[in-house]
């Protein structure tokens, strides 16, 4: 809790082609060490090969991929009374959104593929079909959380 006042949530710009505030975000979040050209090379080059694999709006596969690779509850780890406990808390939709995002390009940098723009477009696919490493990833959670649902009454 801060203790003067609220941070400030700064505006970000929605990206020039697609004109999506939500792809402006993942490419913010693919970019590594402030190299935006090259990652919106990268995501605009993926969106490419989906139009061209799937026939389909690239942007409504990545919009149905981050929706099918959201979680919906996690598990926080929680001491009580010297030992510590694994709590299922559910998840509100902007931090859902950021761990997709995290998984999606984690596990696209962790595909065989030869080049980065080739992975991302490979699991965000996969994704959007409910297969691959990052829905894997997200129904391992959900299982941890079922799984862990005798401690949701030491929710905090």
């Known amino acids: 809790m801060p203790r003067k006042r609220k941070a400030v949530v700064r505006e970000i710009l929605p990206d020039p082609k697609y004109n999506d505030v939500v792809l402006s975000k993942f490419m913010n979040c693919l970019m590594v060490q402030g190299k935006k050209s090259l990652a919106e090379k990268i995501v605009y080059g993926a969106f490419d090969i ?40 559910e998840v ?3 931090n859902g959104r950021a761990i997709a995002f995290r998984w999606l390009i984690s596990y696209s940098r962790a ?7 080739e992975r991302l477009a490979g699991e965000l696919m996969s994704a959007y079909k409910k297969e691959g490493s990052s829905i894997k990833k997200r129904e391992d959670t959900h299982k941890m959380a079922d799984a862990n649902k005798a401690f949701a009454h030491l929710r905090f």
């Not at 690239?58 to 780890?77: Q, T, W």
């Not at 595909?111 to 723009?117: D, G, H, L, Q, V």
């Open 92 to 94: 509100n939709e902007k």
């Open 111 to 117: 595909r065989s593929e030869k080049t980065m723009i």
């Open 50 to 89: 989906i139009a061209e694999k799937t026939k389909q709006d690239p942007l409504e596969v990545f919009k149905g991929a981050i929706d099918n690779v959201r979680p919906l509850v996690k598990v926080v780890s929680r001491r009580v009374g010297g030992s510590n406990y694994q709590i299922p808390m």
